[in-house]
């Protein structure tokens, strides 16, 4: 009996801690699954994928297992022209995102046109494919759709890759952002306060559909960064940031992540990291005046994957 106050404690400790992770975390997921994708969340789930964090697909987290999003001015089918579109390449074998494999995750309204005008029912992961994100206008509500272009336009992942304008590995980019941990300090989450002023419109509840995971960030010591590449566009701003933030930033705590671009530049050549930093060195002491040139990241780096995902935060 001399314990009994405590075993009473310890239940009603559980209670508590249960009923506080039923509101925290169990009700915000059923408000979650029962909201319809946005236009946003389609296209996280076709540029990022399944998953940009651990997974059987990329154990080591090198943004292995990834679709790549083109630019594309030609159809990939005719040759004709086209307008400028965004299409999003699933090699053969390449995982796909959640709202493709699980039919509760994009939406009612939201499925059902995938399903009836995108034909997603015939994708395959095996095969791979082109996917578009369209919208339809019915009774003047608007809602997105994914479609499948390899069924409907008949683009192929070979053909489209070869037509492409740009290709853009902001995918693996982002596996790069969580793996570098730049999330630590930047968050993916302006907030519906003065924020939206400088770091742009804050999210809404439909444009977290399928993404995983989230990034938001939970300690925001640096800029937010959800709209980056609308505020900036500049790669080579991007370039010279990554290498050295120094070089733009002069009082930056953000650390380098110059090892990004592995041994040698898009030229072949080898990096010099020793002979760079005394350049940097005298430059910054005043003995030179220009900085020593930044090497431009080869087009496999992850260097390059990461300056793809920051340019691609629009």
């Known amino acids: 009996m001399g314990f009994r106050e405590y075993r009473v404690g310890s239940i009603l400790f559980g209670v508590a801690l249960s009923t506080s992770m039923m509101i925290t975390i169990y ?4 408000d979650i699954s029962s909201v319809s994708s946005t236009s946003v969340a389609l296209e996280k ?6 998953t940009s964090a651990f997974d059987y697909g990329d154990l080591f987290l ?5 679709p790549i999003k083109v630019t594309l001015k030609k159809d990939p089918a005719t040759g004709a022209a086209i307008d400028e ?20 995750i994009l939406g009612a309204a939201v499925q059902a046109l995938s399903a009836s005008l995108g034909k997603t029912g015939q994708v395959s992961e095996e095969k791979g494919g082109v996917f578009l994100v369209r919208s339809s206008i019915k009774d003047g509500v608007e809602t997105p759709y994914i479609e499948f272009a390899t069924a409907t336009r008949g683009w192929s992942v070979n053909a489209t890759l070869a037509a492409a304008d740009q290709k853009i590995l902001a995918g693996s980019g982002k596996t790069m952002f969580i793996r570098e941990g730049c999330w630590w300090c930047h968050t993916l989450l302006p907030e519906g306060t003065h924020d939206w002023q400088s770091f742009g419109r804050p999210p809404v509840l439909g444009d977290f559909n399928g ?23 500049s790669r080579e701003w991007m370039t010279l940031h ?33 002979k760079w930093d005394e350049e940097f060195d005298a430059y910054r002491e005043g003995d030179r005046i220009y900085p020593p040139e930044v090497p431009e990241p080869p087009a496999d780096s992850e260097a390059r994957m990461l300056i793809d995902f920051a340019l691609n935060l629009k």
Do not use: C
Not at 45 to 50: A, C, N, V
């Open 45 to 50: 789930q076709l540029t990022y994928g399944k």
């Open 27 to 30: 009700f915000p997921g059923l």
């Open 62 to 66: 090198h943004g292995d297992d990834k």
């Open 211 to 233: 993404e995983s995971p989230t990034a938001f960030g939970s300690d925001r010591k640096a800029p937010d960064l959800l709209h980056v590449g609308s505020r900036n566009s």
């Open 85 to 104: 579109v965004s299409a999003y390449v699933f090699k053969p074998g390449t995982s796909l995102p959640s709202g493709l494999v699980h039919k509760h």
């Open 242 to 274: 990554f290498f050295n933030p120094r070089l733009v930033q002069p009082h930056s705590i953000m650390p380098r992540y110059d090892y990004l671009w592995g041994p040698k530049d898009a030229n072949g050549k080898k990096i010099d990291l020793k």
